[in-house]
């Protein structure tokens, strides 16, 4: 199989309306090679993806595939029983999936920058594409949510710098070809891949020796055994956090009445300039330093970085402000991690509500069912906490775990929460038991953004 991108000349995207698969159309088209694909349904993607000129058959059908395509891409969501991807195969056309694919892109640019880690991903991406394009150097973006600046969740740019959220899922990462990379964190997720923290320390060290020769890594210093993510990596590491021995540092924190941080960013004991952010939490305070460490690495102007910073006033879904009814203010937020909940809920205090409740939707049961203590933990420290039922997401239910569970577990810990299975059911309670000066967050990676949006209207 030819493994270099220019080895090809019509790529088939079998799930071409997805978010991902979308950009990557997109991007390849304007690198001049022919682009078609498929999708199950017809969606407002796919009709963008057909006016800029690119085929979309929608249904999967085996005579879909072109007898010319010559590369033929999957997503992880496509089975293999799939007629296009058999039909594929049956005519000897190379297959891959989109990690690889993404892999290939990568080593078209001077400099491929991965953001990886459990979380911030998404954030960190969006502060690094933000500091690129004030900075004039009109970067290429993939990220995983939607930048209102880009106007969405990709942007077509030049051949220099192609900024990349990077997840580790089914060590999709392993496939990428950074120059350099940010590590934000690494913590205990995607249990039904990750059977040990070992598996993922392990998947993260093949990841870093995965940074070209001349390339870096900025790297979290308070990761716990962070030499285990290092082992056996002989290119430059840059460091940042708390611990007194990181390199880039955050000191004379402080935050605005909307718990916006500002801060002093400190290199190797050198006070470098003063940071502010348009989004709140102290874990974002990180995130930007993190952003801020790698882009002054790429030598950028200083003003450029803070301005790029500061411009960032957050994506869809990452403590995002919907409206208000009766004088409650009502946020969404994508958080479905522990540690994530945590963060959230320390950001929502800055703002002083009244009463602080939280409509949580689980997301997966295999997540719900082995971090089910970190759960109860992270929501008790709400006030009242509402939880819907599990978002299967790609997952069937083995009836190992509910939120009922979950709801009996707060309950110990001595928090006020109710299990309300449905959406309609919840957002009925919310509306006649939220009183004014409440905020509201909806919680979780499914759909239960909706229940908000259908409050506030």
């Known amino acids: 199989m030819a493994k270099n991108l220019s080895d090809y000349k019509k790529i088939h995207f079998i799930g071409i309306g997805g978010i991902s698969m979308s950009s990557l159309a997109e991007i390849l088209l304007s690198k001049g090679f022919k682009v078609e694909g498929s999708d199950g349904v017809a969606s407002a993607v796919t009709e963008s993806l057909e006016k800029l000129g690119i085929k979309v058959h929608i249904g999967q059908k085996a005579e879909n595939i072109a007898p010319d395509a010559d590369?033929?891409?999957?997503?992880?969501?496509?089975?293999?029983?799939n007629p296009e991807l058999m039909a594929a195969r049956a005519m000897g056309i190379d297959v891959i999936d989109r990690a690889e694919l993404v892999g290939m892109i990568m080593l078209k640019y001077r400099h491929p920058i991965?953001?990886?880690?459990?979380?911030?991903?998404?954030?960190?991406?969006?502060m690094v594409s933000e500091i690129f394009m004030a900075a004039g150097l009109d970067p290429t973006v993939s990220i995983g949510g939607m930048l209102p600046s880009i106007g969405g969740n990709y942007l077509v740019g030049g051949m220099d710098y192609f900024v990349l959220e990077s997840c580790e899922y089914r060590d999709s990462f392993l496939k990428f070809n950074p120059h350099s990379a940010i590590i934000l964190n690494i913590d205990r997720d995607h249990t039904d891949y990750f059977k040990t923290m070992e598996q993922m320390y392990s998947s993260y060290n093949k990841f870093v020796k995965r940074i070209a020769e001349g390339g870096f890594l900025v790297i979290n210093k308070d990761i716990p055994d962070l030499e285990k993510v290092l082992e056996g990596y002989d290119g430059e590491v840059i460091t940042y956090g708390k611990a007194a021995d990181a390199q880039w540092h955050a000191e004379n924190i402080s935050y605005d009445e909307f718990g916006h941080g500002r801060y002093t960013a400190v290199f190797n004991g050198d006070k470098i300039a003063q940071v502010e952010l348009s989004i709140p939490g102290e874990h974002n305070v990180y995130n930007s330093l993190a952003a801020f460490a790698l882009a002054h690495r790429y030598g950028l102007p200083t003003d450029a970085i803070l301005k790029g910073i500061k411009h960032y006033s957050g994506t869809d879904r990452r403590f995002q402000y919907k409206g208000s009814f009766n004088g409650v203010k009502v946020i969404d937020d994508y958080a479905h991690h522990p540690t994530e909940?945590?963060?959230?809920?320390?950001?929502?205090?800055?703002?002083?509500?009244?009463?602080?409740?939280?409509?949580?939707?689980?997301?997966?049961?295999?997540?719900?069912?082995?971090?089910l203590d970190e759960?109860?933990?992270a929501l008790s420290g709400a006030d009242k906490v509402v939880l819907i039922?599990?978002?299967a997401s790609r997952e069937k239910d083995t009836h190992l775990v509910s939120s009922a569970d979950l709801r009996d577990k707060i309950a110990a810990l001595g928090t006020e929460v109710y299990y309300i299975p449905t959406m309609d059911e919840a957002e009925k309670f919310l509306k006649e038991n939220c009183n004014p000066q409440d905020m509201l967050i909806t919680m979780g990676a499914g759909d239960v953004y909706k229940l908000?949006?259908?409050?506030v209207k």
């Open 114 to 126: 991965s953001v990886a880690g459990t979380h911030g991903k998404t954030t960190t991406s969006s």
């Open 71 to 81: 590369l033929a891409v999957y997503t992880a969501a496509i089975p293999e029983d």
């Open 389 to 391: 039922d599990i978002y």
């Open 341 to 371: 909940i945590k963060a959230t809920i320390n950001s929502a205090r800055k703002n002083n509500p009244k009463t602080l409740w939280i409509c949580f939707q689980p997301h997966t049961y295999t997540r719900t069912y082995d971090l």
């Open 452 to 455: 908000g949006e259908n409050i």
């Open 375 to 377: 759960f109860a933990n």
